[in-house]
């Protein structure tokens, strides 16, 4: 099977960015990262992209009339490097028509919690403040709202009355850099099949 084209949009320090450059270089799974773009100048993404020779863009959203031409640009650089998946790891902009129109079910996140428990920002805090005893990651696909998708993967792993918000992350974050790369392992292999708000994996 042909090895495909992933780009990854990250607005931080880009650790799942880093399980999937690992995971493809392994090759564990049948693809290649192809393209790194963040809409963070300083994002630590993008040197972690260059370290593995890996074509870099910070994108600035202030330097376009909106969102839509933003989308536009980041579209364009998609395609211009035949993008066939987008992975967005830690990208913290919602992602509008532009980019859904143009990349049908072809874009994933990641979230730290068990969708649909906890969307938004802090999953982790808002776990430990619900006080639930089991928590983990999702990987889904991205439709118009915030971490509302279609599922494809989930992990679990324990809260402890202990935690804080820290060490449930960080319990929560080694899980996240082993799913992610089966998620796109299974896109590779053409074995993810959305029927409304399910991903059938075949
Ligand atoms: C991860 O916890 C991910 O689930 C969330 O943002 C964080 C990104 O971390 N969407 P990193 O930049 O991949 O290290």
Same mark, same amino acid.
């Given at each position: 099977?042909?090895?495909?084209?992933?780009?990854?949009?990250?607005?931080?320090?880009?650790?799942?960015?880093?399980?999937?450059? $690992?995971?493809?270089?392994?090759?564990?799974?049948?693809?290649?990262?192809? *393209?790194?773009?963040? $809409?963070?100048?300083?994002?630590?993404?993008?040197?972690?992209?260059?370290?593995?020779?890996? !074509?870099?863009?910070?994108?600035?959203?202030?330097?376009?009339? $909106?969102?839509?031409?933003?989308?536009?640009?980041?579209?364009?650089? +998609?395609?211009?490097?035949?993008?066939? +998946?987008?992975?967005?790891?830690?990208?913290?902009?919602?992602?509008?028509? &532009?980019?859904?129109?143009?990349?049908?079910?072809?874009?994933?996140?990641?979230?730290?919690?068990?969708?649909?428990?906890? &969307?938004? +920002?802090? /999953?982790?805090?808002?776990?430990?403040?619900?006080?639930?005893?089991?928590?983990?990651?999702?990987?889904?696909?991205?439709?118009?709202?915030?971490? &509302?998708?279609?599922?494809?993967?989930?992990?679990?792993?324990? *809260?402890?009355?202990? !935690? &804080?918000?820290?060490?449930?992350?960080?319990?929560?974050? *080694?899980?996240?850099?082993?799913?992610?790369?089966? /998620?796109?392992? +299974?896109?590779?292999?053409?074995?993810?099949?959305? !029927?409304?708000?399910?991903?059938?994996?075949?």
């Amino acid at each position: 099977m042909a090895t495909i084209s992933l780009a990854v949009l990250a607005s931080g320090r880009g650790s799942n960015l880093q399980s999937i450059i $690992d995971a493809c270089e392994r090759g564990d799974v049948n693809a290649e990262v192809k *393209v790194v773009i963040s $809409d963070s100048k300083d994002a630590y993404a993008l040197e972690r992209a260059k370290k593995h020779g890996i !074509d870099a863009y910070f994108v600035n959203i202030k330097e376009y009339q $909106d969102k839509k031409a933003y989308e536009e640009k980041i579209v364009d650089l +998609l395609q211009n490097y035949s993008v066939q +998946l987008v992975c967005l790891a830690g990208y913290m902009r919602l992602v509008g028509p &532009t980019m859904l129109n143009a990349f049908p079910w072809q874009i994933m996140n990641i979230h730290p919690s068990l969708l649909p428990a906890f &969307t938004g +920002l802090h /999953a982790q805090k808002q776990a430990l403040d619900y006080g639930v005893k089991v928590s983990g990651c999702t990987v889904h696909f991205v439709d118009k709202g915030m971490d &509302t998708g279609p599922i494809i993967l989930q992990e679990s792993v324990p *809260v402890y009355d202990n !935690d &804080t918000e820290d060490s449930l992350a960080e319990r929560i974050l *080694v899980k996240e850099h082993v799913l992610y790369p089966k /998620a796109i392992g +299974l896109f590779a292999e053409n074995r993810l099949m959305v !029927d409304g708000k399910k991903v059938v994996i075949e």
